[in-house]
């Protein structure tokens, strides 16, 4: 009912920029919060950074000063930039997404397919 569509990954090196984008489609009444995970080689999957639809941010210590995340309400889309990116960063970005369906009072959590980003050093 509801689908993340995720874009932007690759292989970058050190130092250089990426911007991911992620666009959320169905039977959308709002979508909530939306936010992006990682989830490196044998490591737990990681809150990168989220914001709220009154635009309220909260980001990952390791990311804070490199990377912004925003939104665009009407289309239902996040984006995420990430600058001076390092080998650390390298990971499988997943874009989340809290979406209340028409018609219902129940908010439901979605997740993209996740997109690679790899940087090297």
């Known amino acids: 009912q509801v689908h993340l569509v995720e874009s932007g990954g690759g292989l970058v090196q050190a130092g250089e920029s990426l911007r991911l984008s992620c666009a959320a489609s169905g039977n959308i009444f709002s979508v909530d919060v939306m936010g992006w995970y990682r989830q490196a080689p044998g490591k737990q999957r990681e809150l990168v950074a989220s914001?709220?639809?009154?635009?309220?941010?909260n980001y990952a210590d390791s990311v804070k000063g490199r990377f912004t995340i925003a939104r665009d309400m009407p289309e239902n889309t996040v984006y995420l930039q990430m600058n001076s990116l390092k080998p650390e960063d390298t990971a499988v970005y997943y874009c989340?997404?809290?979406?209340?369906?028409?018609?219902?009072?129940?908010?439901?959590?979605?997740w993209g397919q996740g997109t690679q980003v790899t940087v090297s050093s």
């Open positions: 989340r997404a809290v979406v209340r369906l028409r018609g219902s009072w129940i908010a439901n959590e979605y």
């Open positions: 914001i709220t639809g009154g635009r309220i941010t």
